[in-house]
């Protein structure tokens, strides 16, 4: 048999084994008939039955094109994730393999990398200007699954993959090159090894909201935190057949169906909540979250479809040339960018030079957080009336002004002048110093004594006074909890002998605090609230912002008003203003009863404006978790999009010179932890609270790794350096009141 027809039957069996596989025993009708026609015709020609077998193949692929053709008429999305998680797949090398005209692979190779799942390379693109060639430069960030290379580990980035990408997003920065990233993940590997999976893909968030280089991000497998650690960009692009999702179709489904370790989901259960997920790239161009769609062949593409290559190429020019000319000043720049969205238009011959200057750069960063800042606008309930919100617009923009003129003018003149009065009082000292030096020399023995015990006051550390008086637990709050008239058992009884503590004791003057070994039992979020701000100075703000179901999830409207109803809450964030012993400051509050803490647009837009509001007033930001299970998986891309947004509003805040602290208590997981939380340069936790990306039982099921009981412990948190210190709940007051006395820069109104 001839080789030529040998290699066209296996890439027909390849097809056949493909459309198999990801339509997963469904439209067996169409799938018998290919395979009874390709075997038919591969025992014919190994017998030396066809005459003209070159013919008879065309005939054969031209079948197998059109039942491709009527089978991707119906693709579900679960379809689609299966397609994006086959081997045949085209992956990140075959994109730099055809996509660019060259490229060096840097930070190691293949499975001799720090970590194989994630490729970086250098590669360039040439461009033809008249009878000129042009090279342009780029830098290539992506997860590279392979083609089952077990060593790629699927795609799944190890944090010290994501400090690499981040690594070389620097150095594209220096050098001033765009950026082109490729999203091909079902999600991080969740572990905490230094530097930490969540800490790691937050400090990515926080360093590309102010890249100062054009991005483009394009979306093949999108999972989660791991998708948003490479793909903050200026330009969001995503293949057709591709997802970009907040959970897995099987994690929604596990925890949907309420299943115990071990126990697997039905297929039609992982169906329904892939497609009430609204995961396709349809949905995420209704949404807004991606700029654009590259169609894909029939059933995906796959490593032989050479078109589609040519195709991705001229979107990837088309995005970063959009992105060039949107910041760039030039009176020809209208009428390129409308010649570039034509589609006939072949961009190889059309040459825009890539460099930015420094105005350019900083027009880019500011409409890149812009862009962040603006989604998920109308995936919450806002009740706010509207004569409310004129009277807080007008009020705002009162506010702008007048911070202007108090902090820009009045307050910046008032610093540069006591500067100098500073400096002229110091130098007139020390004049001052060496002309009566001479006269003011004191005998040693005339010099004045110090008390003994002033000497031991100085010299001898502090420690825990139960006796003292402001250690005697006079709490404004006490939980109700209090009330109970039982004997509560410390977990700790059996390590450290803790007797049984008396109820009203423990929850009332203890502070829910063990007496013997210092353990910590969860309290309500408003005992902190009333314990550690000054008295009457807590004004809500936003309360009127109500989570909502914007995917219309089944079953999600009737949990979310017994959440309202139980908690007489309308989200899981709650947003004010309060003092601290005099200090103005705002708090975003995430309460671990509402729906587990976790974080859908209607919380994101809350901690948003709260961020935006203290960056006008110059107030300090205080991010207390009273626990947090992660993004709302009920919500989709409208929740999992805040981990980029709410990390944008930080990033411009801290930019601003603000002072934002976060505090950890009970359990803090996932996205949240992953991004505007982690990024943090001050976090805290309370004792006996845990935090990380993911839980025990996400770990074992994901890698196989049976973890030690105290992994996420606060304690263990900080010796990998992700928190800057635990504090005991009695103290968190003081702690607090420390912190803003000792940390923050000068741009605060108290400074």
């Given at each position: 048999?001839?080789?030529?027809?040998?290699?066209?039957?296996?890439?027909l069996?390849?097809?056949?084994?493909?459309?198999?596989?990801?339509?997963?025993?469904?439209?067996?009708?169409?799938?018998?008939?290919?395979?009874?026609?390709?075997?038919?015709?591969?025992?014919?020609?190994r017998n030396?039955?066809?005459?003209?077998?070159?013919?008879?193949?065309?005939?054969?692929?031209d079948?197998?094109?059109?039942?491709?053709?009527?089978?991707?008429?119906?693709?579900?999305?679960?379809?689609?994730?299966?397609?994006?998680r086959?081997?045949?797949?085209?992956?990140?090398?075959?994109?730099?393999?055809?996509?660019y005209?060259?490229?060096?692979?840097?930070?190691?190779?293949d499975?001799?990398s720090?970590?194989?799942?994630?490729?970086?390379?250098?590669?360039?693109?040439?461009?033809r200007?008249?009878?000129?060639?042009?090279?342009?430069?780029?830098?290539?960030?992506?997860?590279?699954?392979?083609?089952?290379?077990?060593?790629?580990?699927?795609?799944s980035?190890?944090?010290?993959?994501n400090?690499?990408?981040l690594?070389?997003?620097?150095?594209?920065?220096?050098e001033?090159i765009?950026?082109?990233?490729?999203?091909f993940?079902?999600?991080?590997?969740?572990?905490?090894?230094?530097?930490?999976?969540?800490?790691?893909?937050?400090?990515?968030?926080?360093?590309?909201?102010?890249?100062?280089?054009?991005?483009?991000?394009?979306?093949?497998?999108?999972?989660?935190?791991?998708?948003?650690?490479?793909?903050?960009?200026?330009?969001?692009?995503?293949l057709?057949h591709?997802?970009?999702?907040?959970?897995?179709?099987?994690?929604?489904?596990?925890?949907?169906?309420?299943?115990?370790?071990?126990?697997r989901?039905?297929?039609e259960?992982?169906?329904?909540?892939?497609?009430?997920?609204?995961?396709?790239?349809?949905?995420?161009?209704?949404?807004?979250?991606?700029?654009r769609v590259?169609?894909?062949?029939?059933?995906?593409?796959?490593?032989?479809?050479?078109d589609?290559?040519?195709?991705?190429?001229q979107?990837?020019?088309?995005?970063?040339?959009?992105?060039?000319?949107?910041?760039?000043?030039?009176?020809?720049?209208?009428?390129?960018?409308?010649?570039?969205?034509?589609?006939?238009?072949?961009l190889?011959?059309?040459?825009?030079?890539?460099?930015?200057?420094?105005?350019?750069r900083?027009?880019?960063?500011?409409?890149r957080?812009?862009?962040?800042?603006?989604l998920s606008r109308?995936?919450?309930?806002?009740?706010?009336?509207?004569?409310?919100?004129?009277?807080?617009?007008m009020?705002?923009?009162?506010g702008?002004?007048?911070?202007r003129?108090?902090?820009?003018?009045?307050?910046?003149?008032?610093?540069?002048f006591?500067?100098?009065?500073?400096?002229?009082?110091?130098?007139?000292?020390?004049?001052?110093?060496?002309?009566?030096?001479?006269?003011?020399?004191?005998?040693?023995?005339?010099?004045?004594?110090?008390?003994p015990?002033?000497?031991?006051?100085?010299?001898?550390?502090?420690?825990?006074?139960?006796?003292?008086?402001?250690?005697?637990g006079k709490?404004?709050?006490?939980?109700?909890?209090?009330k109970?008239?039982?004997?509560?058992?410390c977990?700790?009884?059996?390590?450290?002998?803790?007797l049984?503590?008396?109820?009203?004791?423990?929850?009332?003057?203890?502070?829910?605090?063990?007496?013997?070994?210092?353990?910590?039992?969860?309290?309500?979020?408003q005992?902190?609230?009333?314990?550690?701000?000054?008295e009457?100075?807590?004004?809500?703000?936003?309360g009127?912002?109500?989570?909502?179901n914007p995917?219309?999830?089944?079953?999600?409207d009737?949990?979310?008003?017994?959440?309202?109803?139980?908690t007489?809450?309308?989200?899981?964030?709650?947003?004010?203003?309060?003092?601290?012993d005099g200090?103005?400051?705002?708090?975003?509050?995430?309460?671990?009863?509402?729906?587990?803490?976790?974080?859908?647009?209607?919380e994101?837009?809350?901690?948003?404006?709260a961020?935006?509001?203290?960056?006008?007033?110059?107030?300090?930001?205080?991010?207390?978790?009273?626990?947090?299970?992660?993004?709302?998986?009920?919500?989709?891309?409208?929740?999992?999009?805040?981990?980029?947004?709410?990390?944008?509003?930080?990033?411009?805040?801290?930019?601003?010179?603000?002072?934002?602290?976060?505090?950890?208590?009970?359990?803090?997981?996932?996205g949240?932890?992953?991004?505007?939380?982690?990024c943090?340069?001050?976090?805290?936790?309370?004792?006996?609270s845990?935090?990380?990306?993911?839980?025990?039982?996400?770990?074992?099921?994901?890698t196989?790794?049976?973890?030690?009981?105290?992994?996420?412990?606060?304690?263990?948190?900080?010796?990998r350096?992700?928190?800057?210190g635990?504090?005991?709940?009695?103290e968190?007051?003081?702690?607090?009141k420390q912190?803003?006395l000792?940390?923050?820069?000068?741009?605060?109104?108290?400074?």
């Amino acid at each position: 048999m001839d080789n030529t027809i040998e290699k066209r039957i296996q890439s027909l069996n390849d097809r056949l084994s493909y459309t198999r596989d990801i339509f997963a025993g469904k439209h067996e009708d169409s799938i018998r008939l290919l395979d009874e026609k390709l075997t038919e015709f591969t025992t014919r020609v190994r017998n030396g039955e066809v005459e003209d077998p070159h013919t008879e193949i065309v005939s054969l692929e031209d079948l197998f094109v059109f039942v491709e053709k009527r089978l991707e008429k119906l693709i579900t999305p679960m379809d689609r994730v299966r397609i994006v998680r086959h081997p045949q797949r085209i992956c990140l090398r075959d994109i730099l393999e055809n996509v660019y005209d060259n490229f060096t692979e840097v930070g190691g190779q293949d499975e001799h990398s720090l970590d194989p799942s994630m490729l970086i390379a250098r590669a360039v693109i040439t461009r033809r200007r008249g009878k000129k060639m042009h090279t342009q430069s780029v830098m290539v960030i992506g997860q590279e699954k392979g083609h089952g290379e077990e060593f790629r580990n699927g795609g799944s980035v190890k944090p010290w993959g994501n400090s690499k990408a981040l690594q070389y997003m620097k150095v594209a920065e220096t050098e001033g090159i765009p950026i082109h990233t490729y999203v091909f993940t079902p999600g991080s590997f969740p572990i905490e090894d230094t530097p930490g999976a969540a800490q790691q893909i937050a400090k990515n968030l926080y360093e590309m909201a102010g890249l100062t280089v054009p991005m483009v991000a394009v979306f093949s497998e999108g999972g989660s935190g791991g998708a948003e650690a490479i793909s903050l960009a200026d330009r969001r692009l995503m293949l057709s057949h591709g997802y970009y999702s907040v959970i897995s179709p099987e994690g929604a489904a596990a925890i949907e169906g309420r299943l115990k370790p071990g126990q697997r989901a039905t297929p039609e259960l992982i169906e329904r909540c892939a497609t009430q997920l609204h995961i396709t790239a349809e949905d995420n161009l209704q949404f807004g979250y991606i700029d654009r769609v590259i169609q894909e062949p029939s059933l995906g593409a796959r490593p032989y479809h050479y078109d589609f290559f040519r195709t991705l190429r001229q979107e990837i020019i088309r995005a970063t040339d959009e992105t060039v000319l949107s910041v760039r000043s030039g009176m020809f720049r209208g009428a390129l960018l409308r010649r570039m969205s034509r589609d006939d238009i072949n961009l190889d011959e059309m040459y825009i030079r890539w460099h930015l200057s420094q105005g350019a750069r900083e027009r880019l960063v500011l409409r890149r957080q812009k862009k962040f800042l603006r989604l998920s606008r109308g995936a919450y309930i806002d009740r706010r009336p509207f004569l409310n919100k004129m009277r807080n617009s007008m009020r705002e923009s009162w506010g702008n002004i007048s911070a202007r003129i108090k902090y820009a003018l009045i307050t910046k003149h008032q610093r540069k002048f006591a500067y100098l009065m500073d400096e002229m009082t110091s130098e007139m000292h020390l004049l001052k110093r060496r002309l009566t030096a001479p006269f003011c020399r004191i005998p040693r023995d005339q010099r004045p004594s110090i008390e003994p015990e002033t000497v031991r006051n100085l010299t001898t550390l502090s420690d825990w006074d139960e006796e003292s008086e402001s250690r005697k637990g006079k709490w404004t709050y006490i939980s109700p909890r209090a009330k109970e008239d039982r004997a509560i058992t410390c977990p700790n009884a059996g390590t450290h002998g803790c007797l049984d503590l008396w109820s009203p004791d423990l929850y009332g003057e203890f502070a829910g605090v063990c007496t013997w070994c210092g353990h910590h039992f969860p309290m309500e979020y408003q005992w902190f609230v009333k314990n550690v701000f000054d008295e009457d100075s807590v004004r809500e703000f936003n309360g009127e912002v109500e989570a909502s179901n914007p995917l219309q999830f089944e079953g999600f409207d009737a949990r979310l008003a017994e959440a309202r109803e139980r908690t007489k809450l309308k989200s899981g964030c709650i947003t004010f203003e309060a003092k601290l012993d005099g200090t103005k400051m705002i708090v975003a509050l995430f309460a671990g009863t509402f729906r587990g803490g976790s974080v859908g647009s209607a919380e994101g837009t809350k901690f948003v404006e709260a961020a935006e509001l203290a960056m006008k007033k110059r107030y300090p930001l205080l991010a207390y978790v009273h626990g947090t299970a992660g993004i709302r998986l009920q919500e989709g891309t409208h929740g999992v999009i805040q981990m980029p947004r709410c990390t944008v509003a930080v990033r411009r805040y801290i930019n601003a010179g603000g002072l934002y602290t976060v505090l950890y208590d009970t359990n803090s997981y996932a996205g949240p932890v992953a991004s505007f939380l982690g990024c943090s340069p001050y976090q805290y936790a309370m004792r006996s609270s845990n935090l990380g990306f993911a839980g025990r039982g996400v770990i074992k099921e994901t890698t196989g790794i049976d973890i030690e009981p105290h992994y996420h412990s606060a304690y263990k948190a900080l010796a990998r350096g992700h928190i800057q210190g635990v504090w005991d709940r009695r103290e968190a007051r003081a702690n607090l009141k420390q912190v803003l006395l000792t940390m923050g820069g000068r741009n605060l109104y108290y400074r």
